[in-house]
């Protein structure tokens, strides 16, 4: 069983940055694909970016927040984040880390094994 936890999120205005962090307890870490999901109230769980075993070829960001975030992994920390600039209040959502024992990202919910709490993150104008 993997443990996945967030954290990081928090209140930021329009425009600001946060950096969101996932911890994972896999001993095998770099074998797992990581993403990040969020959910804003009243609405369905959206992808939002993914990360497989090597980094530099394999990153995926919904079009959404192509250019403003960043996803990136420290396989020695066992930790995935998302470094989150300009932000818009419509990025207000609670935010989820997710883990799938693949080499390759995936930008399907149900395509991930092992799910964090979320950590919320609001944006106000």
């Known amino acids: 069983q993997v443990q996945v936890v967030e954290s990081g999120g928090g209140l930021v205005q329009a425009g600001g940055s946060l950096r969101l962090s996932c911890s994972a307890s896999?001993?095998?870490?770099?074998?797992?694909?990581m993403g990040w999901f969020r959910q804003a109230p009243g609405k369905e769980r959206e992808f939002v970016a993914a990360?497989?075993?090597?980094?530099?070829?394999?990153?995926f960001y919904a079009d959404s927040v192509k250019g403003r975030f960043t996803i990136s992994r420290d396989n020695a920390e066992n930790t995935v984040y998302l470094q989150m600039n300009s932000l818009k209040p419509e990025d207000t959502a609670l935010y989820y880390c997710?883990?799938?024992?693949?080499?390759?990202?995936?930008?399907?919910?149900?395509?991930?094994?092992?799910w964090g709490q979320g950590t919320q993150v609001t944006v106000s104008s």
């Open positions: 990360i497989g075993w090597w980094s530099a070829s394999s990153t």
């Open positions: 896999a001993r095998t870490f770099s074998r797992y694909a």
């Open positions: 997710a883990a799938r024992l693949k080499a390759v990202a995936a930008m399907q919910g149900s395509d991930y094994d092992y």
